[in-house]
């Protein structure tokens, strides 16, 4: 395809129709710089696409294709819809089945088109968990729905220009995310960092993995799973060659990396790495999805159904993502391990 | 006294001798800014201190007293020591027992002279807990050495620029650390808050409670604490009249309290609230001591043993103490219940 010349095709899921997500996704792709690094195939309802184009993106050409391989080369901005229902069908601001529904529906229609190479990576916008529930899904975010449809155990990457963050565990409560802090998910998390580094283009990534207790246990005072847990698995990683170090101190190694000392952090749980890049977040957060057949990065904010179609949402999140997306399908770096072999 | 008028007087201590702070203690008492804002009566071993003075303040004039009270009123900058041991006593960059001894007897000695009302505050340098053990002491660090001599259960209040902190635990483990989420010590946590606000001087803050599971617990599905534990405690704290809201996420509360939108925040576990925190470390994070009746404010960092003696250490952040307790002092906000008379 040439991609390293001309422009990768990018599947962007408009996220819940009743939140800012089509906003955010007019807003961006309508950005010069978006522009220039890529071409975009909009997921979602049809009528959503067109209302929040005519709103945020007036001057943007929309072209509605049947399917993406209808998508002419010289479009610069299709739309995929995968539902002909009206625009009341999706109240602003409000939780429904039939947003949830239509959300979830965007985003595996989205993967299919970059499974099936059609599309190079999927660009997500927000979902909201309760429409999904309504709507009869129990996944409780994107990574999950993605690992259902491969068929494989999906991770997600956090990303902001300061720092890049894997999770051993996300969504879970804070007792069960102790209970998986076990050597093996610690190795697992590690070795996903590396993919990571490697996928976002650093040649040999530092990596550094945080403790769970205060102090990283203080020797065992604070508790012993930084010792026994953690520990093991960080000289397992070095020994196979890895740049990796820790178990650190969890309240300053992300300070750490924001400076410059580590590449990627792999965070415990979730707040102990959601935290600190949210504190960057007015540059940008990005969700990667790693792990899986596909590219797949998304903004980090939620629906805001507070400020849905008032035209305030900052897209900057959803600019990021877009870059981080282009900037994997150009790194070159290997797909995992069992990855289609459709892709790239 | 009429401190509201002429400057008060701080005890500050020196930390652990090995450590950077003699440094930082003797940069930050000669800085202009502090001068003007207070006087200073030194706590450490002699010979360390006059070491430091000669490096990093030679110009500062340093007078030794016997004791507190035979300060005269034109001294800037006294000394009283608590040790006669050569400087050779204290290995630079190294743990030691007599450097972990002299450090918990500057923190009880400065302790005293507060209690005793020839100081108003103490502002202190950083401990190392192994020297402090291999000295014979068993305490975490500042805030239970202070809280054992007044008698009284200590809070730390971590404090920085923009972000205010109080925890409901902080040295122990995080199993230990979720088991003590129970609406007495959330409570506990949030009126220490509304002190703590008070004191800095916030007429009627604005405190928010962070959640204990990630998205609070997304209404039950990532643990039942939010809502058995945090959600009682709040709507108490807010029927008795307090400005009080949560339990919000963890993960964007800190960033909109640093937004302006709250003036402190109570986060359930140590690094919930030290990652926010010292990610502005650069702006002079500070720790401060509540329920006692003294005001005791700290840098937020650590010995920093790997560039102790060569003059690197930044002295932001006993700045910054310095200028929080000057605040505390000229507050006029009331002592906790049951402090000492001779307080204030």
């Given at each position: 395809m040439g991609d390293a010349m001309t422009r990768p095709l990018l599947a962007v899921t408009l996220g819940d129709p009743s939140g800012i997500g089509p906003e955010v996704a007019l807003k961006a792709v309508a950005?010069?710089?978006a522009q220039g690094l890529a071409r975009y195939l909009l997921v979602g309802p049809e009528q959503i696409a067109r209302a929040a184009r005519d709103r945020f993106a007036p001057s943007l050409r929309l072209e509605t294709v049947p399917s993406a391989s209808q998508l002419r080369a010289e479009t610069d901005v299709g739309l995929l819809s995968i539902s002909a229902e009206?625009?009341?069908?999706?109240?602003?601001?409000?939780?429904?089945?039939?947003?949830?529904?239509?959300?979830?529906?965007?985003?595996?229609?989205?993967?299919?088109?970059?499974?099936?190479?059609?599309?190079?990576?999927?660009?997500?916008?927000?979902?909201?968990?309760?429409?999904?529930?309504?709507a009869g899904y129990r996944h409780p975010g994107h990574t999950e729905i993605l690992?259902?449809?491969?068929?494989?155990?999906?991770?997600?990457?956090?990303?902001?220009?300061?720092?890049?963050?894997?999770?051993?565990?996300?969504?879970?409560?804070?007792?069960?995310?102790?209970?998986?802090?076990?050597?093996?998910?610690?190795?697992?998390?590690?070795?996903?960092?590396?993919?990571?580094?490697?996928?976002?283009?650093?040649?040999?990534?530092?990596?550094?993995?945080?403790?769970?207790?205060?102090?990283?246990?203080?020797?065992?005072?604070?508790?012993?799973?930084?010792?026994?847990?953690?520990?093991?698995?960080?000289?397992?990683?070095?020994?196979?060659?890895?740049?990796?170090?820790?178990?650190?101190?969890?309240?300053?190694?992300?300070?750490?990396?924001?400076?410059?000392?580590?590449?990627?952090?792999?965070?415990?749980?979730?707040d102990?790495?959601?935290?600190?890049?949210?504190?960057?977040?007015?540059?940008?957060?990005?969700?990667?999805?790693?792990?899986?057949?596909?590219?797949?990065?998304?903004v980090d904010h939620g629906t805001a159904f507070d400020i849905a179609g008032r035209g305030v949402a900052q897209h900057e999140s959803m600019l990021e993502a877009i870059r981080v997306a282009v900037r994997m399908v150009r790194s070159g770096a290997q797909p995992p391990p069992g990855s289609n072999p459709r892709y790239d």
């Open positions: 950005e010069p710089e009206p625009l009341e069908a999706f109240p602003t601001g409000q939780v429904s089945a039939a947003s949830g529904r239509a959300a979830v529906v965007a985003v595996e229609t989205a993967a299919r088109l970059v499974l099936g190479g059609e599309a190079r990576a999927i660009v997500t916008a927000p979902l909201h968990k309760e429409a999904m529930h309504l690992g259902e449809l491969c068929g494989k155990k999906a991770t997600m990457l956090l990303s902001s220009p300061r720092l890049r963050v894997i999770h051993v565990s996300v969504h879970c409560s804070l007792r069960e995310a102790i209970e998986r802090v076990t050597p093996e998910n610690v190795g697992a998390a590690i070795r996903m960092a590396q993919e990571a580094g490697s996928r976002l283009g650093y040649a040999r990534p530092r990596i550094a993995v945080a403790g769970l207790n205060p102090h990283a246990g203080e020797g065992g005072m604070f508790g012993r799973e930084d010792d026994e847990a953690i520990r093991p698995a960080v000289e397992e990683a070095r020994a196979a060659g890895l740049e990796v170090s820790g178990p650190w101190p969890p309240d300053t190694v992300f300070l750490r990396a924001s400076q410059g000392e580590f590449d990627v952090v792999v965070a415990m749980y979730h102990q790495g959601h935290i600190p890049v949210k504190l960057f977040g007015l540059e940008g957060g990005v969700n990667v999805t790693l792990g899986l057949p596909l590219i797949r990065t998304s």
